[in-house]
């Protein structure tokens, strides 16, 4: 309860569309484009494209495996923010399917989420103001979850 979340007030700034090549990571991507965009804070606006094969992070730590090949991106949602150290740091979250038609869902592991042939996004910078501290217990917070078979920690 002592957790603290920022609230801020800000505008929206320009627009930035990019291309993923094959094999690029797709979070390390997004922040590759904020930095060369001058991006310090984005919204993911809309994506479009597969993944080799997916890994999303599960309530206990360990990365949940979709296997593919070319696991569908069903929807992506995200920020990019600076990090504590002044780096980039882009929190993106989906929902994906596997070749099977099988869905799931959770946010992105950085370093573990490889695109297949081309991944298509769109960004829209934030420019916030003066950020104001609120206490955690005031806002609900919604909590990962993964639509599918549970059990499972590699999906074939």
């Known amino acids: ?12 700034g320009r627009v930035a569309y990019g291309r993923i090549a094959p094999n690029e990571d797709l ?10 965009q001058g991006f310090r804070c984005a919204f993911v606006r809309g994506a ?15 990365c949940q495996t979709v296997l593919g090949p070319a696991v569908e991106i069903v ?37 573990a989420n490889t695109v297949c042939v081309t991944f298509e996004i769109t960004l829209e910078e934030w420019l916030p103001d003066n950020p104001i501290q609120v206490p955690a217990f005031a806002v ?8 599918g078979d ?7």
């Open 27 to 36: 979070v390390q991507s997004v922040e590759k484009l904020c930095l060369a």
């Open 1 to 12: 309860m002592g957790e603290l979340l920022h609230v801020e007030a800000g505008r929206m």
């Open 150 to 156: 549970q059990s499972e920690q590699s999906i074939e």
């Open 75 to 111: 929807s992506l949602a995200g920020e990019v923010r600076p990090h504590t150290d002044g780096s980039l740091r882009a929190a993106l979250t989906g929902v994906v399917s596997d070749p099977n038609g099988r869905v799931y869902g959770g946010p992105f592991v950085a370093g």
């Open 140 to 147: 609900p917070l919604p909590s990962p979850h993964t639509t």
């Open 48 to 62: 479009l494209g597969s993944l080799v094969d997916a890994c999303l992070l599960q309530r206990d730590g360990s």
